[in-house]
C-alpha cells in the first residue's frame, strides 16, 4: 500500500464550529461517530458496558508482530483537542492499517465529561473530587467509582495487548516555556509530558526533532518534562509497564485546527519511528 500522510489526511477535512460557552462537537467528529456506528470491519470493546460510561475501544491490528500502542482522548472532557485528535486518528486508521503490529484507540476515555464539556465525573458528597478526575485514577479499582472502574478496565486492556507504547492527549491553559517560573499557576502546554525510562526518552528526543523544525512560531515549540503526575495514565504505564509513557499537552493559546495538528504530528512522529506507518 501506497504510504499516505497522517496527518495531511486527517487535517485537510478539519471543520469546527463553537456556540456560546459551551463546545460543541466538530462536524467531523459527528459524521465519524456516526460511520463507526453503523460499519462492522472494526474490532471494538465496550468498556464499562451497560453503564451512562460506557465508551468503546477500537482496535486497528496488522495481524504482524510488533508492539501495540494505545491512544487515550477525552480523558478530560473539557480538552476538546485530544478527543477531535482521536477521532480523527480512527477515521485514518480505519483507511490505512498499521503495517505491522497494533494499534488501539479509546477515543473518549471519559464520555460523560466529554458530553458535559467538563474536567471530570461527579462523585457522592464527601467524596474527593479527583475521584471523578480519570487521571487521577490509575491503576484504578475493579469495584471502585466509575473512573475508577475505567482506569482499571484501561490498564487491563494495556495489560492484555502487552502496550509498549501508551499515549494520552490533552490540553492546558498557556504553554509552558510562556509561563512565569514564580507564578502560581504553571503552563503546560505544548509539552510532552513523559515517564524517565529510556523506551520513552528515545521516543521524546525524535518527537521533539520532528516538530520543533517545522515551527517558526518560538511560543508553538514544544518541551519536554519528566514525570507525569502520579495516578495518571501515562504515570502508571511508565511506573507499572516500564514502557514508553506520555501526556501530550498543547495549549490553547492556539487554535482548534492548530491544537488538533500538534496531536496528530506528535502520533505520527511515533508511528514513523516504530515504522508503523
Not at 460499519?39 to 468498556?47: F, N, S, T
Not at 486508521?93 to 474536567?119: C, D, G, M, S, T
Not at 482499571?152 to 516555556?177: G, S
Request: contains cysteine.
Amino acid at each position: 500500500m501506497k504510504k499516505s500522510s497522517l496527518l495531511v489526511f486527517c487535517i485537510a477535512s478539519l471543520i469546527y464550529h463553537c456556540t456560546g460557552i459551551k463546545y460543541q462537537p466538530t462536524l467531523k467528529i459527528q459524521q465519524i461517530r456516526q460511520k463507526f456506528s453503523e460499519i462492522g470491519d472494526v474490532e471494538h470493546r465496550m468498556l464499562l458496558e451497560d453503564t451512562t460510561y460506557q465508551t468503546q475501544a477500537y482496535f486497528f491490528d496488522s495481524q504482524k508482530p510488533g508492539p501495540a500502542i494505545l491512544i487515550l482522548g477525552g480523558t478530560h472532557g473539557d480538552e476538546p483537542a485530544g478527543y477531535e485528535s482521536a477521532f480523527r486518528l480512527l477515521e485514518y486508521f480505519h483507511q490505512n492499517p498499521p503495517n505491522k503490529a497494533k494499534i488501539i484507540i479509546i477515543p473518549e476515555a471519559n464520555r460523560l465529561a466529554v458530553e458535559n464539556f467538563n474536567r471530570r465525573v461527579p462523585v457522592p458528597k464527601g467524596v474527593d473530587k479527583e475521584k471523578g478526575n480519570l487521571n487521577r485514577c490509575y491503576p484504578g479499582k475493579e469495584d471502585g467509582f466509575p473512573m475508577q472502574q475505567m482506569a482499571y478496565q484501561i490498564q487491563k486492556l494495556a495489560i492484555e495487548n502487552n502496550v509498549q507504547t501508551f499515549i494520552d492527549l490533552h490540553e492546558a491553559r498557556r504553554p509552558h516555556l510562556d509561563t512565569d517560573p514564580e507564578g502560581e499557576t504553571k503552563g503546560l502546554g505544548q509539552t510532552i509530558i513523559y515517564y524517565p525510562n529510556e523506551a520513552s526518552t528515545i521516543l521524546v528526543i525524535n518527537m521533539l526533532d520532528g516538530m520543533n523544525a517545522s515551527l517558526q512560531d518560538p511560543s508553538a515549540k514544544f518541551s519536554s518534562l519528566e514525570r507525569p503526575i502520579k495516578n495518571s495514565a501515562a504515570w502508571w504505564a511508565g511506573e507499572t509497564l516500564g514502557i514508553a509513557a506520555f501526556t501530550f499537552e498543547t495549549s490553547r493559546s492556539f487554535s482548534l485546527d492548530q491544537r488538533i495538528e500538534f496531536h496528530l504530528k506528535l502520533v505520527e512522529i511515533v508511528l514513523e519511528s516504530m515504522e508503523m506507518l
